[in-house]
């Protein structure tokens, strides 16, 4: 079981950027962050493998949002930028055993508001 904790949310204006950060009690784990809009239902936005050798993009966020992950400090980071206010939204990081496995632990969510 891994616990996992997301930190880094924010209001930043449109056009703005943020990191997220999501630690996590072990690194043994493929990672993803999810995002959920008030009243939609919740989107996948980026995956990396353990190895962080393999990503994917919602077509989105890509070419503006970056994934990536330090296994030493078991954390893994969400760089989004040029931000839009319809990137507004609870943001989660949530682990699984491959990037073809259901995602099985998820953290509490942080908030990204994004003003125009």
């Known amino acids: 079981q891994v616990q996992l904790v997301e930190s880094g949310g924010g209001l930043v204006q449109a056009g703005g950027s943020l990191r997220l950060s999501c630690a996590a009690t072990s690194s043994n784990y493929a990672m993803g962050w999810f995002r959920q809009a008030p009243g939609k239902k919740r989107e996948f936005v980026a995956a990396i493998s353990w190895s962080g050798g393999t990503t994917n993009y919602a077509d989105s966020v890509k070419g503006r949002f970056s994934i990536s992950r330090d296994n030493a400090k078991n954390t893994v980071y969400l760089q989004m930028n040029s931000l839009k206010p319809e990137d507004t939204a609870v943001y989660y990081c949530?682990?699984?055993?491959?990037?073809?496995?259901?995602?099985?632990?998820w953290g509490q969510g942080t908030q990204v508001t994004v003003s125009s």
């Open positions: 949530a682990a699984t055993k491959t990037l073809l496995t259901t995602y099985e632990y």
